[in-house]
């Protein structure tokens, strides 16, 4: 990172602020994060640039604790007077609070991988980058004249820190790019979603973006009703990103020892080492990865390394926080941070043209739990949902509702594409999916919305 942007603090400067706060403290123990940087978009709508701006942001927030009482404030004043006041807001809330009877203490000195997620092209990008941008959704549509594009475009530069009373201090400053476009037919039948998303903004293909939505706008047009049933699917990345990514979030090694997640086994114990899926997944999380290039770290202060959590089907990992791995003596992990579906040598098209019948999905929407022990999810396709018929897209279909669980679904596979990184899951985070087809792929009804 640039020593003369300022923007964002610097490994000194926000080390320095950490060992002001920490100072200040009177409590048994003190822990400090601080985070905040600047980050800039632009907004289009209707073929035309709406809004435009740019928000700095500054947090520190402290956890003072006593033993097992702790309590948390947060300021973005930064002065002496306001971290004094802050310190001693945070020490008279401990004392008041009840006994934690998960407290851990606070951790040492901790070693980090040294991952590269700050790039010059996003950082210096300017509000004239972020404009030719969006021109170029927004001018063919405009020069098609039945076609409306809308879009957000958003860049930022920032930088977290951790540290506390034992001498743990932890930094990273990164940038990040995230480009999502809509381009809806003015007749009102069709609609394309397309989106990219990356640390490093020279790796967005902005014009493959506006190709891509542009084009399934058109094939989206005057969709016909098929019946819902179950159907072999072929899901483009995206999609894969906004029901597998779920899994994630799946891992907790407390909940499946309690007998509370999938991963639990009648009578007790759990799944680790059992397969669970295809032997040919394999779900992993890595900051390194240069596809991924997520947090060192986490909020305590955490080292993040690569975990693999599926590997060739096999549950090889399940997440430890810190008071549960004391429990079971093992080591604590800093989590799902960032999830990779690790993908294979097929393109998309390859897909479509292996399936003699099938639907393809460009993303899902407006996903909601059913049953957590099952990781079985509802939810509507969206944005471009077709009929394959002997190796080819042959119509536009309506959206449909699924009820379908990421853990069934990657039982039934059939093929995995090529992992890209992905741009809007629900969830959001660092997310690498390839685009996979699916035997028995549960469509429960039709939707009319485009």
Known sequence: MSAADSRVMT???????????????????????VGGGYSANIRFADNRISTAGGVSTATLSIQSSYGPKHAVTSTNDFTDAGLERAVRQSEALAKLAPDDPESMP?????????????????ANLGPDGRAAAARVAIDPCKAAGDLKAAGFLVTGIGAGAVGNSKGLFAYQSGTSSN????VRTTDGTGSGWAGADHPDWSQLDVKGVAQAAIEKARMSRNPVAIEPGRYTVILEPQAVGDL??????????????????????????????????????????????????SNSFDGQG???????????????????????AQKKGVQPDAGTNAVKFAGGTQTTE??????????????????????????????????????????????????FRFNESPLFMLNNLDAIGRAVRVAGTEAGGDVVMPSIKVRDFNFTSLSDAV
Request: a positive charge.
């Open 11 to 33: 490994r000194e400067q926000a080390q320095a602020l950490v060992e002001r706060t920490v100072k200040m403290s009177k409590a048994d123990e003190i822990q400090v994060n």
């Open 106 to 122: 606070a951790l040492g000195p901790q070693q980090y991988d040294d991952v590269k997620t700050y790039f010059d092209s996003t």
């Open 179 to 182: 480009y999502t476009l809509t």
């Open 244 to 293: 597998v990514q779920l899994l994630a979030f799946t891992f907790g090694a407390r909940a499946a020892d309690e007998g509370r997640s999938p991963y639990s086994k009648q009578g007790g114990g759990n799944k680790l080492g059992e397969k669970i899926v295809d032997e040919r997944v394999t779900l992993f999380s890595d900051p390194a990865d240069p596809q991924l290039l």
């Open 302 to 324: 955490l080292p993040a390394h690569r975990q693999a959590w599926v590997e060739n089907g096999i549950l090889k990992k399940l997440t430890y926080g810190r008071f549960w």
């Open 350 to 399: 390859d897909l479509i043209k292996s399936t003699p019948r099938g639907i393809l999905v460009t993303r899902l929407f407006y996903l909601r739990p059913v049953d957590p022990r099952t990781v079985l999810y509802t939810g509507l396709t969206r944005d471009g949902t077709f009929l394959i018929e002997n190796g080819k897209i042959s119509k536009a279909v309506k959206n």
